[in-house]
Each structure stands twice: as structure tokens, then as C-alpha cells.
Nanobody
Framework: QVQLVESGGGLVQAGGSLRLSCAFS????????MGWFRQAPGKEREFVAS????????YYADSVKGRFTITRDNAKNTVYLQMNSLKPEDTAVYYC??????????WGQGTQVTVSS
């Protein structure tokens, strides 16, 4: 059973940075496209970023382009989300997810990111 475990969330002031990590439990990690999503209180979950199996293709939501960077280390079965220039509107629970086809099959439990103004 695939498990995803996020870490790295916390409280940061506006303009600060955080790096989220997501550890994947299986060696099959390298065949999955990985994504980060977030859900703020009272809002729908939204896409943040994704990265293909090799790391050669990345996609970002317009709201985070230029501030967030998604990377992966296939040797460590881990995907990262570097978040810079954080804004209060980035406050949310952040989830990582994995997919082999068009839908995300596996999700982590989430990590809270809070940005104070």
C-alpha cells in the first residue's frame, strides 16, 4: 500500500519561505507524476504544482508561479515544494499526491502552512 507523508509545514511571516517534503513509501516512486495541492478553510482543494516522473516537466498554478518550485529526488523517493515570498493567502493545508494516469491515486495526510501578515 502506497503511503505519502508530508512534512515541513509551519508558521511563517509574510515574505518568508518554507520547504515542504513528501516521502513516498515505495520504490515505484520514479514512475509516478507527483503533485501538490492545497485547501484553505471554507474553500475547495486547488492544484498548486506538479512534476513528471523525470523532473523534466513541471506545472504551476498561476497564483504561485515565480514563487514556488517543485522538485523531486528519485533516489530518495521524495518530492519537494520550495515556497518563497509567502503571502497570507497561501495559508492552507498542503497535500501531496501521486498519479500514474490522469487521476491522482494516492494522497498524503496534509501539512498545515500558516502565513501571518
Amino acid at each position: 500500500q502506497v503511503q505519502l507523508v508530508e512534512s515541513g509545514g509551519g508558521l511563517v511571516q509574510a515574505g518568508g519561505s518554507l520547504r515542504l517534503s513528501c516521502a513516498f513509501s515505495e520504490r515505484s516512486f520514479r514512475i509516478y507524476t507527483m503533485g501538490w495541492f492545497r485547501q484553505a478553510p471554507g474553500k475547495e482543494r486547488e492544484f498548486v504544482a506538479s512534476i513528471n516522473w523525470s523532473g523534466g516537466s513541471t506545472y504551476y498554478a498561476d497564483s504561485v508561479k515565480g514563487r514556488f518550485t517543485i522538485t523531486r529526488d528519485n533516489a530518495k523517493n521524495t518530492v519537494y515544494l520550495q515556497m518563497n515570498s509567502l503571502k497570507p493567502e497561501d495559508t492552507a493545508v498542503y497535500y501531496c499526491a501521486a498519479r500514474k494516469t490522469h487521476e491522482y491515486d494516492y494522497w498524503g495526510q496534509g501539512t498545515q502552512v500558516t502565513v501571518s501578515s
